[in-house]
T-cell receptor
Framework: DVKVTQSSRYLVKRTGEKVFLECVQD?????MFWYRQDPGLGLRLIYF???????EKGDIPEGYSVSREKKERFSLILESASTNQTSMYLC?????????????FGDGTRLSIL | AQSVSQHNHHVILSEAASLELGCNYS??????LFWYVQYPGQHLQLLLK??????LVKGIKGFEAEFIKSKFSFNLRKPSVQWSDTAEYFC????????????FGSGTRLSIRP
């Protein structure tokens, strides 16, 4: 069974801090995604990656960056955290054989920026 | 711009009732369509997907969805719901040309009265 592991379930940080959210998948998937989930807005794509060192902007990349140095790990970085980045962050992975849509999700990281 | 509308934000049904959750999208080209489900305390999972072929798609747990191209709709149905179907349901669409960029609807919370 595919496992997508996000490093923290809950995280509290202060405005202006640099924040790292880590995601690891154990199925050698090419595709990895970062979404944020907010009530009434559904899921919004921040960044995705379809291979090591490859990244594509999603719909709301401002204020975020990503890193994919190894195939199994996709990191989301908040360069200078702000209160409007308080949200639930979801990581997902998939393979081209599954259709390239986000197929396997992590449990999420609930991030609060004070 | 592409968008996905789920007009029902919260649906309350009794067990054994029939379910239909609406999903409409705005995009004129070829699309792939998805329904995801998030049970309380669990991670998001793919319920069913439509890529091509038979517009009536069957998914897990007795769910099905029908793609009606003329109405830009992909409604989710289940003939008889169970208490365990209590969850949040997300419709999502990907235009054929947008690789892995999937647009999610805002979600419908389904509550089933035992």
């Amino acid at each position: 069974d595919v496992k997508v592991t996000q490093s923290s379930r809950y995280l509290v940080k202060r405005t202006g801090e640099k924040v790292f959210l880590e995601c690891v998948q154990d199925m050698d998937h090419e595709n990895m995604f970062w979404y944020r989930q907010d009530p009434g807005l559904g899921l919004r794509l921040i960044y995705f990656s379809y291979d090591v060192k490859m990244k594509e902007k999603g719909d709301i990349p401002e204020g975020y960056s990503v890193s994919r140095e190894k195939k199994e790990r996709f990191s989301l970085i908040l360069e200078s955290a702000s209160t409007n980045q308080t949200s639930m962050y979801l990581c997902a992975s998939s393979s081209p054989g599954e259709g390239n849509q986000p197929q396997h999700f992590g449990d999420g990281t609930r991030l609060s920026i004070l | 711009a592409q968008s996905v509308s789920q007009h029902n934000h919260h649906v309350i049904l009794s067990e054994a009732a029939s379910l239909e959750l609406g999903c409409n999208y705005s995009y004129g080209g070829t699309v792939n369509l998805f329904w995801y489900v998030q049970y309380p305390g669990q991670h998001l999972q793919l319920l069913l997907k439509y890529f091509s072929g038979d517009p009536l798609v069957k998914g897990i747990k007795g769910f099905e969805a029908e793609f009606i191209k003329s109405k830009f709709s992909f409604n989710l149905r289940k003939p008889s719901v169970q208490w365990s179907d209590t969850a949040e349901y997300f419709c999502a669409v990907r235009s054929y040309s947008s690789a892995s960029k999937i647009i999610f609807g805002s979600g419908t919370r389904l509550s089933i009265r035992p």
